[in-house]
């Protein structure tokens, strides 16, 4: 599997390996099966997060074609924006970010202010505010070409890092965890939105880890579209890879999104409030605290062994804590 993915170009600025542990008092709190974390929120650059990975691989591609600025975007408090404004500084290239208004509802001021908005501005960065729209790509396109007529060379960066090349990055990560690990974990448990992700884990369990289910739960409440996008992201980047995977093996699944992006629900500040109190793990209301309110989901229902092995890949998203109110947290009272 290694010989597949190094044989693309990578920037090396990502910190990997991730470590991977245990969550000994989870485990036991739960009474179910071992669950370990795969730690993504420590690549390093910017604070760190799972982006990392994929431009690790993406911005290569996109610099050895011979751009000289970088596009992307993503809501305010966006992290894939934050690390690849990260990425641009380390590697000495301007970066233009959409700044999407409209698709989470700003709890207080420190939503404009502070977490990943401030992160991004303190990399250089120069933002763009844009209405939301469902084709957030297109406002980056816009973007560009006013950055091409103004004689510059700008390549995009699509909303997530969810491009073909972003996924192969990502399946470096099941690379790892089969490097990492004594057996191979029976499940491996995700936040899934612009499918990048998502499709990276899908295809390196295909390549190397058969035996492992790839399980990404919808953090966008739109399963359907992020099914959608993780396919086509999987099919494109299969053509790269040389590699036809099955696409009917995508395994999305819903319900822990609540009543639509970026809003936090009781279930998923539960999951974030007992990673904190039980294991010192900082998860994030808007992804990895409903992830792992599904992996909770899953072993409350009796879907697992006792023996097996689960993996919980924290994603990130730490810096987006600081943009919200402890009361919006279940904190302080
Ligand atoms: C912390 C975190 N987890 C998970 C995801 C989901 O990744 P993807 O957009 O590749 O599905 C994101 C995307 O922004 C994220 O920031």
Request: proline residues 5%; negative net charge.
């Amino acid at each position: 599997m290694r010989g597949i993915l190094d044989a693309f170009p990578r920037m090396g600025i990502a910190h990997l390996p991730t470590p991977l542990h245990p969550l000994n008092n989870l485990s036991q709190h739960l009474g179910g099966p071992r669950i370990w974390v795969k730690r993504d929120d420590l690549t390093g650059l910017g604070t760190g997060g799972n982006k990392l990975r994929k431009i690790d691989y993406a911005l290569r591609d996109v610099l050895d074609a011979g751009a000289d600025c970088v596009v992307s975007g993503g809501v305010v408090q966006s992290n894939s924006a934050r690390q690849v404004a990260a990425a641009c500084a380390a590697a000495g290239i301007p970066c233009h970010l959409a700044v999407f208004e409209g698709r989470v509802e700003a709890g207080s001021e420190r939503y404009y202010t502070s977490g990943n908005a401030l992160l991004s501005d303190l990399f250089g960065a120069t933002k763009h505010p844009m209405p939301w729209s469902s084709d957030p790509n297109q406002a980056l396109k816009t973007i560009a070409s006013r950055l091409r007529a103004d004689g510059f060379d700008p390549a995009i960066l699509p909303y997530g890092v969810s491009s073909p090349m972003g996924a192969i990055g990502y399946a470096t990560l099941i690379a790892e965890i089969g490097e990492q690990m004594d057996r191979a974990p029976a499940a491996i448990i995700f936040a899934s939105g612009s499918g990048g992700t998502h499709a990276g884990i899908a295809m390196g369990c295909q390549i190397g880890l058969q035996q492992t289910q790839a399980i990404g739960f919808d953090i966008d409440a739109q399963p359907d579209r992020v099914r959608q996008d993780t396919a086509a992201i999987m099919l494109a980047a299969g053509k790269r890879l040389g590699w036809i995977f099955d696409l009917d093996a995508i395994d999305l699944r819903s319900g822990m999104a609540g009543p639509s992006y970026g809003v936090p629900h009781e279930k998923c500040l539960e999951a974030m409030r007992l990673a904190g109190r039980l294991e010192g793990l900082v998860l994030d209301p808007t992804y990895s605290a409903k992830s792992l309110a599904g992996l909770i989901s899953l072993v409350m229902d009796g879907t697992f062994d006792k023996a097996d092995d689960i993996v919980f890949v924290h994603t990130g998203g730490d810096a987006a804590i600081f943009a919200y109110e402890p009361s919006q947290l279940g904190l302080m009272g």
